[in-house]
């Protein structure tokens, strides 16, 4: 059996290990000792996820990449994308082969999803039901695409969670002209289209307080505006979801039109506080 670390053959001598599992386990404590981790495992050309049982016995070659413990997550979010991206371009054309060998693999895929998407895990878990039932027609497509555009997403989050900021507040202003319009359209019977609004909302809320969270780690910035924001929303936010649970629209319209979106539209300047150089760092 032929064993390569990043494409080098290397002399590894097998003592107590039989299966791939126990193998892997091996190598991700060697690798951990040179402050590596362990990325990618292929057996045989496939990738497998590092608690596959097959006999070492029925097995010729296995190819591990190895990279910095500091750049895991990273890297980690790299392939996942690479993985999503080739099954929306195998499904857009059709390409049985490459969905077949991407079928083969996506158990080991989704086992990595988490806990490192844990952040959009919400969003996913429609999108991934389909994907875990058998593949038998194009809704695959669309539920690849939801997967793929998440993960992107996440991946530009923390690669530049700056930018990341100012673009989920883009999004977030271009919504408060919708949030308008709530009270009418469940006037008019239009719950759905209402719901989607506030969900949306939610949605959007969520992403700016987690990228916000992550500048704070990552820069100087002046977090006390911030803070101040964040306390003053929490209260009206726990009554809007209050409100929602039990119905009420009209307190919630309500809501979302008196108390959130005012204070919503300072956003900008409240979050300019939170990087060194607003002028330099906003798109």
Excluded at 151 to 167: I, T, W
Excluded at 199 to 222: E, I, K, P, Q, W
Aim: net charge negative; aromatic share 6%.
């Amino acid at each position: 059996m032929t064993i390569r670390i990043n494409q080098t053959a290397v002399d590894f001598t097998l003592e107590t290990e039989t299966t791939v599992a126990d193998l892997a386990h091996s190598l991700s404590a060697w690798a951990s000792e040179q402050e590596q981790t362990l990325l990618t495992l292929l057996v045989d050309g496939k990738a497998v996820h590092q608690d596959d049982t097959t006999p070492l016995g029925e097995v010729s070659e296995i190819d591990v990449e190895t990279i910095p413990v500091r750049d895991a997550g990273k890297a980690r979010l790299e392939v996942i994308e690479d993985y999503f991206a080739l099954l929306v371009q195998g499904w857009s054309r059709g390409d049985q082969t490459l969905i077949a060998e991407l079928q083969d693999e996506y158990l080991s895929v989704r086992r990595a999803l988490f806990p490192l998407l844990d952040a959009v895990s919400t969003r996913l878990e429609e999108p991934l039901q389909r994907l875990d039932a058998p593949w038998k027609d194009s809704s695959v497509l669309a539920a690849a695409e939801t997967v793929l555009g998440s993960v992107r997403e996440f991946s530009q989050e923390v690669a530049d969670p700056v930018k990341a900021v100012y673009q989920t507040l883009g999004r977030l202003e271009s919504s408060l002209d919708s949030l308008g319009d709530l009270g009418l359209l469940f006037q008019k019977g239009r719950d759905r289209d209402g719901f989607g609004l506030i969900l949306s909302l939610f949605t959007l809320l969520d992403d700016l307080n987690r990228c916000a969270s992550r500048v704070l780690r990552t820069s100087n910035g002046d977090q006390t505006k911030w803070a101040a924001f964040q306390t003053e929303l929490q209260p009206i936010l726990q009554e809007a979801e209050r409100a929602l649970s039990a119905g009420d629209y009209i307190l919630l319209t309500d809501l979302i039109e008196y108390e959130l979106i005012p204070r919503l539209g300072t956003t900008r300047a409240v979050t300019e506080s939170l990087v060194l150089d607003p002028a330099k760092d906003i798109p």
